[in-house]
């Protein structure tokens, strides 16, 4: 029982600071400063003479060959009842 008193105690807190810093963001004003003059560079034009291959539509895969074989599992899964058996 406590824990849950704890609990929603911790998440009435960060409830409670997470409304009080949006609230301070809200009306707190910040002047920003003035922005920088950035310097512009002009680079020169770029010609791509590169040419892309066109895809294959076939897709060709390196042969496989199965050498061993194992034997089949007769049961691989055996389910059972939650339930306790029932005696008669």
Do not use: C, K
Request: glycine share 6%.
């Amino acid at each position: 029982m406590s824990d849950n008193i704890l609990s929603a105690v911790l998440t009435f807190g960060l409830l409670a600071a997470g409304t009080a810093a949006m609230g301070s963001e809200m009306v707190n004003f910040r002047h920003r400063a003035p922005a920088p003059e950035a310097n512009v560079v002009v680079l020169p034009a770029v010609t791509v003479i590169g040419h892309r291959v066109a895809p294959t539509d076939v897709v060709m895969l390196p042969a496989v060959t199965v050498t061993g074989h194992r034997d089949a599992v007769a049961v691989a899964f055996e389910p059972r009842s939650v339930e306790a058996p029932h005696a008669e």
